[in-house]
């Protein structure tokens, strides 16, 4: 019998190697290495995690890039802000300002189609959010086990991919909750895994190269692949864009 998940996509037989991308942030570079590596490591399909505009120069770009993909994408804190028109008065005050002249960067459409993104899905046997399953809306991040332990309450597949520190990061639960960094990890029967894919186009965990996750369902094994990227030229676009120059500094620092 053919095996549908809510969502109507078809699972297993065909999703076999999925590349998770997301914190894209509107850096097109990155996001164009991101992608050719991908295909290149026979990726299958693609899933975003959300956060595709919002910091760097090209969020119409990346955001195109990303519809045309035809992908899963779940919403991030970004989309929603660059998506709406309230008040950033609250948020970071150089975040704030990316977004106000996101806001200008993107067309009405682009904009509705950000509203529309929805906060989790399932997609074949895995579930996606872009900070956490408990409070999805109230992007709250995951730095510790500690944080992780609320998520996998409301964890009920097997596997979750997140994003949102731009941090790569593996919360393993079995009869506790670890946390693992490594370069990859295999799925064991019978643990959970609460696993952040890392952040395209701001990585924030002091290595600046790309960061996203293929995700191998014959072999069950995660990947995290880090790329270099021209990271002179997204520099060079935020400063002549006239977003603020520490958003083109802390590139170089991955943070
Ligand atoms: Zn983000």
Not at 5 to 10: C, D, N
Not at 162 to 190: C, F, L, M, N
Not at 222 to 227: G, Q, T
């Amino acid at each position: 019998m053919a095996s549908f998940l809510h969502g109507a996509r078809p699972v297993l037989l065909f999703l076999m190697r999925v590349a998770l991308f997301g914190d894209i942030h509107a850096n097109l570079e990155a996001l164009e290495v991101v992608v050719a590596d991908a295909r290149e490591q026979g990726c299958t399909d693609f899933v975003c995690l959300g956060d595709v505009v919002g910091y760097n120069a090209n969020p119409a770009e990346c955001l195109d890039i990303v519809r045309s993909m035809n992908c899963p994408v779940v919403k991030g804190n970004h989309d929603e802000d660059a998506a709406g028109d309230h008040s950033l008065d609250s948020m970071n005050p150089t975040a704030a300002n990316a977004l106000m002249w996101t806001r200008q960067q993107l067309t009405e459409e682009q904009r509705e189609w950000l509203r529309k993104l929805r906060m989790v899905r399932q997609v074949s046997d895995f579930t996606i959010v872009h900070s956490t399953l408990d409070q999805p809306a109230n992007w709250n991040y995951v730095t510790n086990r500690f944080d992780a332990m609320s998520n996998f309450s409301y964890q009920f597949t097997q596997v979750c991919f997140h994003g949102h520190t731009h941090v790569p990061r593996v919360y393993v639960k079995d009869s506790k909750v670890q946390e693992v960094s490594a370069d990859s990890v295999v799925i064991e029967p019978g643990s959970k895994y609460f696993i952040n894919a890392g952040s395209v186009g701001q990585p924030r965990d002091g290595d600046w190269r790309a960061c996203y996750a293929i995700y191998d369902q014959e072999s069950k094994l995660v990947v995290f692949r880090r790329l270099e990227y021209d990271i002179a030229k997204t520099q060079q676009k935020i400063l002549d864009a006239g977003l603020p120059e520490m958003l083109a500094a802390r590139l170089a620092d991955g943070r």
